[in-house]
């Protein structure tokens, strides 16, 4: 059983065991508090015990590993790795701490926190540029909720503003924070990193409601024709099939072109694997599994582009009203 360390003594531990080179470079970027603390630890540590030691490393490679893979394809795609690796309840213990220290570490934590009503009071009056950009680091969720209470045209005009973000300086976050400081106080400084973009509009516009994600991308449509064509490719996503009920597989499986569906399949989960499977053929199910099996390696960009063509004819079968995308908040369907 493990012996499950916490707090500063297992930052300590940590640095021990990589030894002093290490440790001091990472110590010149911890904050003045923490170093102390940290280096009273040590100084404490007479000796680690090879299971405490073996317990922190292990962690730490755990946790840098689960960074690397949410950098590399997102939250999503870290977890169906880790269940792999650790199974489903040490992947869950991951992510989560993994959240929290990213919670900790971005901007706006207060904001998060707040109340989603209160947060609509305090910045229904904003420039929709501040807004937009507070939005980026709220969860989508919440930012959802607080997007539909705002009238259409302040939707449109910060949905678009969310979308076309590339990069935030540190300068523009810590200029934000000091002027929304009387209303959210004590924001987390920021350190420069990616924010909005179609991926930050699209996880919002997830959790609203059909008739607010509407609204917004018709209006994208004759504003940005090509930003509300990438929100729409990627409101729906090549995984979300396990969501749909059989009779929308068959349906969409008429549709997509069997070359496709064979490299889509090749970079596919075993879970998406096994729900379109389950829709086909005894016999056309071998064929493709076979097809798949001699195909060699295939280019990650290939498979993305054959996924993202299914996707495209999952969302006109949509909008045409022949299968129904099932949304967090969707009303019950009507027989």
């Known amino acids: 059983m493990q012996r499950r360390i916490i707090g500063v003594k297992k930052a300590a531990i940590l640095l021990i065991a990589l030894g002093p080179e290490i440790s001091s470079q990472i110590l010149k970027l911890l904050p003045d508090n923490l170093i102390q603390k940290v280096t009273y630890e040590i100084a404490n540590i007479d000796y680690v015990e090879p299971e405490d030691k073996q317990e922190v490393i292990g962690e730490f490679i755990e946790m840098a590993s689960a960074r690397e893979y949410v950098l590399d394809g997102g939250i ?137 994600e509407k609204n917004i991308i018709s209006v994208l449509e004759s504003r940005q024709p090509e930003l509300a064509e990438d929100i729409k490719l990627n409101l729906f996503v090549f995984e979300d099939i396990i969501n749909l009920d059989r009779a929308s597989i068959q349906r969409i499986l008429r549709e997509v072109n069997n070359e496709d569906l064979i490299l889509a399949l090749k970079g596919a989960s075993e879970e998406v694997s096994k729900v379109i499977f389950g829709n086909m053929s005894k016999r056309a199910v071998e064929m493709i599994k076979e097809d798949i099996e001699f195909m060699g390696p295939v280019r990650l960009s290939t498979v993305e582009e054959a996924q993202q063509k299914i996707v495209g004819t999952i969302r006109k079968l949509d909008e045409a009203g022949e299968i129904i995308l099932g949304r967090g908040d969707q009303d019950t369907v009507i027989l």
Do not use: W
Not at 119 to 129: F, K, R
């Open 76 to 212: 999503d795609y870290a977890k169906d790795l880790l269940n792999k690796a650790l199974g489903t309840q040490r992947a869950k213990e991951i992510i989560d701490m993994l959240n929290q220290i990213q919670q900790r570490e971005r901007p706006f934590a207060i904001a998060r926190k707040a109340d989603p009503q209160q947060l609509t009071n305090l910045l229904i009056n904003e420039h929709p540029q501040t807004t937009a950009l507070i939005m980026c680091y709220l969860q989508p969720e919440k930012a959802a909720m607080v997007l539909s209470e705002f009238p259409i045209e302040l939707q449109t005009e910060i949905a678009e503003r969310i979308g076309t973000i590339s990069r935030t300086s540190p300068t523009v976050i810590k200029k934000i924070e000091k002027i929304m400081e009387s209303k959210f106080s004590s924001f987390i400084e920021s350190e420069t990193e990616n924010v909005g973009g179609v991926k930050s509009l699209v996880e919002i516009l997830n959790s609203v409601d059909r008739s607010t």
